[in-house]
């Protein structure tokens, strides 16, 4: 069953997002590691899409999608506005990123990238849409090619 809630994309809406994440995992039963895990990296990109929109005011609201399957559960992160790929930061904004990151305690999108099993970035009708996916049972070698 698929639930979805929209939001404006501002910090203080980071504990309404969380909140309506807990929600949903207790309801599917995640395990806890897996859930802390996807919590963590929810709330690291939609950080980072709300500090992108200091460069794209359009970027107003982010739709956060929880969709639970028997083997996984996906959440999907839709922002309107010009292309932001948080995936594929440039080395000056990686280093910087880092550089911000140890002042302020963030994990960093090499970290989400670990902590989840699957991540897809796609743009369809203006929108930048993410999906994260949380496979229930550990996928082994799920970083060999």
Same mark, same amino acid.
């Given at each position: 069953m698929k639930d979805e809630i929209v939001v404006p994309t501002i910090l203080e809406n980071l504990n309404i997002i969380a909140e309506f994440l807990q929600e949903r995992i207790k309801e599917t039963?995640? @395990?806890?590691?897996? @859930?802390? !895990? #996807? #919590?963590?990296?929810?709330?690291?990109?939609?950080?980072?899409?709300?500090?992108?929109?200091?460069?794209d005011r359009t970027m107003d609201k982010m739709k956060i999608t929880w969709e639970p399957f028997s083997d996984r559960v996906e959440v999907i992160i839709e922002t309107p506005g010009i292309p932001f790929?948080?995936? !594929? #930061?440039?080395n000056r904004e990686i280093e910087r990123e880092e550089e911000e990151e140890e002042a302020l305690g963030g994990m960093g999108i090499h970290l989400v990238k670990e902590m989840i099993d699957e991540i897809?970035?796609?743009?369809?009708n203006n929108y930048n849409i993410l999906r #994260?996916?949380?496979?229930?049972?550990?996928?082994?070698?799920?970083?060999?090619?």
């Open positions: 039963h995640l @395990a806890s590691r897996k @859930a802390w !895990e #996807l #919590l963590l990296v929810t709330d690291e990109i939609c950080s980072h899409i709300i500090q992108f929109r200091r460069y790929n948080p995936l !594929e #930061l440039n897809k970035y796609t743009r369809t #994260l996916t949380k496979f229930r049972r550990s996928k082994r070698n799920r970083h060999e090619k």
